[in-house]
């Protein structure tokens, strides 16, 4: 059995396990406070039928709240009952589907003439089912269209409120029930005609019997049987994916622009982690996106793992060395990259500027937007439009939330619809959407991974030119996307002043020089142009170039580590032709002056080992002590701590689980006698060294050293320090248990 599947099983199988428990023994249903075995089962079992439900479309958990209403919970009831409870709208086909659905997750079992659900479903699903509060005994049989027909306005609205919405309400009214007669308000009048039920001093309910008749015998106000339709348009798909790639190309280069600013100056890691809004802006201005946008490709930049917290004593946020691999990619593939990046990113970018509980700004790169379950939810608002047929738009986006509502709607929660919209906008942003339908190398990469993404996102590009056009007022324009090499060289030479379908760039003394600077000569800069133009080199580039380089290099500096100096040539150059000369790397300036880039220590120890007898000296001239001062010891680097995410439980891990709850189930079953409890330790002593003297065998109720609750069944073979050995039936292993953590024991009666 595969993990998924068997997953699937363990789920189910829960469910199963809570209608026999609960069947076999009712004890359960209200277990003592000192019975933590039962309390930890019933617990366990809500929480299972919770995380069941979580997937459950609108009208699957309406036909599981009719069932509810039904008393299915309690005894068996029929598939009739529910539709009536449903409404004569909606279609039995689609009522027995959603029933069917229920079974697989064993959230209801039994055929269509006897259907149950787990007792504990109450609780887990919703305390009212259908929004109707508790039924009550008194009223069965009341002529409640008359009692209604007899209430004033004010009582008659107070009813209907409690009946469009929650059944119950929070009031100081009903602290006190009074006769009618001498009652003096709303609450208290319908509290003394019994059409609303005092739960306590502060709380009435409106008995299940009046919401129907305020309901017109109607459970369910609206049914909604099928998804809310969508709005949508159509475009051509080479269109969008045209627009996709366009957008593309414009990620790429605010990446490169992003890499490279970070590259010449990081920006520090906040104390508290994450990037400052000063160095936020600076980003923004300098890469010319707005702020928020800025936020996004960071966020993307350190999800893909482009850069990272540096983690030194003062950290930074750096490029990676992953940085230097994707720059040299091709467009396809790093737009592949960061794409498949913010599909898989466990973040919330969108949450940026929003404040948390204590009034705190959320920022950038901070573990506060850190959601596990965003790629999940991310997918989901995706897998809508890719139901889509291609090309097909949605015209509201709040209709897209709808969707996903009536998908789910015990998912999401208070950010589903601000997350739709996050997702559109961070979509288009990476191209995985355009025009506001799914593009081609979106749809590629959600059903085929990133590989055959950037293949059809390699199609939806334009071509890539090898050539350019200069201009007389020294803009250089790219008609379309320029080849690698020559794109290179361009941007060495060149500065982009606008991009989109036509990148214009301006050549300036700076950027001529930037060039020069990087090794470049002027006949390599006016070749490059006179062969990579389609039009002429206009004279003022040239004049600029040679102008430029005429003036560049004749002022030169260099790095040197160290400097030896002598009054004697003759020593100077009987040093530079022994043989440590070339291991120090030692070079003559002046006739008296050379120059090593190792350190000065370095350069001593190797002359005085060709046996030379150099002194150091100080700024002010004097002879200087390098010996080490003493002992050091390494600097500490911070950490910035992450928490990690676990990953899904392997099938050995499930494998284990379920034998775990087969023992459970077997130790259930087990008949035994009178259980005590473990307050009494010393009967409980007597009974363990008793089972273990007759070769008994007793059913223990335990807690482990996680907390996790389980039944046993022990052949006890010693009872001695605190301890109980035993063999333990379900898994044939010798095992030992601590004593004090036995929360119930009992003899096992013979069959």
């Known amino acids: 059995m595969s993990g998924p599947s068997l997953a699937a099983w363990l789920r189910a199988q829960d469910e199963t396990r809570l209608a026999a428990l609960l069947r076999a023994r009712p004890d359960l249903a209200t277990p003592s406070p000192g019975d933590t075995s039962v309390l930890a089962t019933r617990a366990g079992i809500r929480a299972s039928i919770a995380r069941a439900c979580e997937d459950l479309d609108s009208f699957t958990l309406t036909v599981l709240e009719a069932l509810l209403l039904a008393g299915a919970d309690t005894a068996p009831r029929p598939l009739a009952e529910v539709s009536a409870l449903l409404g004569k709208g909606v279609p039995v086909k689609a009522t027995r589907a959603a029933v069917e659905l229920l079974r697989s997750r064993a959230l209801a079992w039994g055929p269509d003439t006897a ?326 190398p979106g749809r590629t990469l959600l059903t085929e991974g990133p590989t055959a993404a950037a293949k059809t996102m390699a199609d939806a590009m334009p071509a890539p030119v090898d050539h350019v056009l200069v201009q007389a007022d020294l803009t250089v324009v790219a008609p379309g996307p320029l080849e690698a090499d020559l794109a290179a060289d361009i941007a060495l030479v060149a500065d982009v002043e606008s991009a989109g379908g036509a990148t214009v760039y301006r050549v300036t003394e700076a950027t001529a020089r930037r060039a020069l600077d990087s090794g470049r000569t002027a006949a390599d800069l006016h070749e490059l142009f006179r062969t990579r133009s389609r039009t002429p080199v206009p004279q003022s580039l040239t004049y600029l170039i040679d102008d430029v380089a005429r003036r560049h290099g004749r002022l030169r500096g260099g790095a040197a580590g160290s400097f030896l100096r002598c009054d004697d040539p003759v020593l100077v150059a009987e040093v530079l032709a022994s043989a440590e000369a070339d291991r120090l790397a030692l070079r003559r300036i002046a006739p008296t002056v050379l120059v090593s880039p190792m350190s000065l220590a370095e350069v001593l120890d190797g002359l005085r080992a060709a046996g030379f007898a150099p002194a150091a000296e100080g700024p002010d001239g004097q002879v200087l002590d390098l010996r080490p001062a003493g002992r050091r010891i390494t600097a500490r680097i911070r950490h910035n701590r992450r928490p990690v995410v676990p990953g899904g439980p392997s099938e050995e891990q499930l494998l284990a689980v379920v034998a775990q709850m087969k023992a459970g189930d077997a130790a259930a079953a087990t008949p035994r006698g009178a259980t005590i409890s473990p307050t009494d330790s010393a009967t409980t002593l007597a009974l363990l060294r008793g089972a273990a003297e007759a070769g008994r065998s007793v059913w223990l109720g335990f807690v482990d050293n996680h907390g996790v609750a389980s039944q046993r069944v022990v052949n006890p073979v010693s009872v001695a320090g605190g301890m109980l050995e035993g063999f333990d039936q379900a898994h044939g292993t010798l095992r030992r248990f601590p004593v004090h953590r036995i929360t119930s024991v009992a003899v096992v009666e013979d069959a």
Do not use: C
């Open 115 to 440: 259907l149950s659900v787990p007792p504990a479903a109450t609780e887990a699903v919703t305390l009212f089912p259908a929004g109707l509060g508790r039924p009550d005994p008194r009223l069965d049989g009341a002529d409640l269209p008359a009692l209604l027909a007899g209430l004033d306005e004010t009582e008659r609205k107070l009813l209907e409120t409690l009946a469009d919405g929650q059944p119950t309400g929070r009031t100081r009214d009903a602290g006190t029930v009074v006769p009618l007669e001498k009652a003096r308000n709303p609450v208290q009048k319908l509290l003394a005609r019994g059409l609303l039920l005092r739960r306590d001093a502060e709380t009435v309910e409106l008995p299940r019997q009046v919401g129907l008749a305020l309901r017109g015998n109607r459970a369910f106000r609206a049914v909604e049987v099928t998804e809310p339709a969508l709005d949508t348009g159509a475009h051509n798909q080479a269109t969008v994916d045209a627009t996709a790639a366009g957008a593309a190309m414009e990620l790429l280069r605010q990446v490169e622009g992003l890499i490279g600013f970070w590259s010449e100056e990081p920006p520090p890691v906040l104390r508290s982690g994450g990037l400052g809004v000063r160095e936020l802006r600076r980003l923004a201005k300098e890469i010319d996106v707005e702020e928020r946008r800025a936020g996004l490709l960071a966020e993307l930049v350190v999800g893909a793992g482009l850069a990272a917290d540096s983690e030194a004593g003062e950290p930074e946020w750096v490029p990676t060395t992953l940085a230097d691999t994707w720059l040299v990619g091709t467009p396809e593939q790093r737009w592949a990259t960061l794409a498949q990046a913010w599909l898989d990113l466990p973040r919330l970018p969108g949450l940026y500027g929003r404040r948390d509980e204590k009034d705190r700004p959320l920022g950038v790169l901070t573990e506060d937007l850190r959601r596990p379950l965003a790629p999940r939810e991310r997918r989901r608002v995706l897998d809508v439009l890719a139901d889509l047929p291609p090309g097909a738009t949605v015209k509201d986006v709040r209709q897209l939330a709808a969707v996903l509502a009536w998908r789910a709607p015990r998912r999401g929660g208070r950010l589903r619809d601000d997350l739709v919209e996050w997702t559109v906008a961070e979509g288009t942003v990476l191209g995985v959407l355009a025009l506001d339908a799914l593009s081609g």
